[in-house]
């Protein structure tokens, strides 16, 4: 079955750097295109990027461009996402998705904490 699993979060000052990871077993992962959400207390969940499937193109929000990076290693299977000078404001759970023959595939989500 599809799995994603999420890790890298964690607690860092503003300014400061993460390296996320979705970790993804069950399909052949360079097909498919991969994308990080993020959802905040109080709000809604997020588009954060957008890789394809080769990894040729990605997609950023506004919020964030410039600032984080998404990649893939399709020879293991896993995404990342480098977050770079962070902010307060990206404090929120972290997921990874894909959206294979209708039906969208979610991690459980890394918590990411941008606090002094």
């Known amino acids: 079955q599809v799995q994603l699993v999420d890790s890298g979060g964690g607690l860092v000052q503003p300014g400061g750097s993460l390296r996320l990871s979705c970790a993804t077993s069950?399909?052949?992962?360079?097909?498919?295109g991969m994308w990080w959400y993020r959802q905040a207390p109080g709000k809604e969940r997020e588009l954060v990027a957008f890789i394809t499937r080769t990894g040729g193109n990605t997609d950023y929000a506004a919020s964030v461009k410039g600032r984080f990076t998404i990649s893939r290693d399709n020879e293991k299977n896993t995404m990342y996402l480098q977050m770079n000078s962070l902010k307060p404001e990206d404090t929120a759970v972290y997921y990874c998705?894909?959206?294979?023959?209708?039906?969208?595939?979610w991690g459980q989500g890394t918590q990411v904490t941008v606090s002094s």
């Open positions: 069950g399909f052949t992962f360079s097909m498919y």
């Open positions: 998705n894909t959206y294979i023959q209708r039906t969208n595939y």
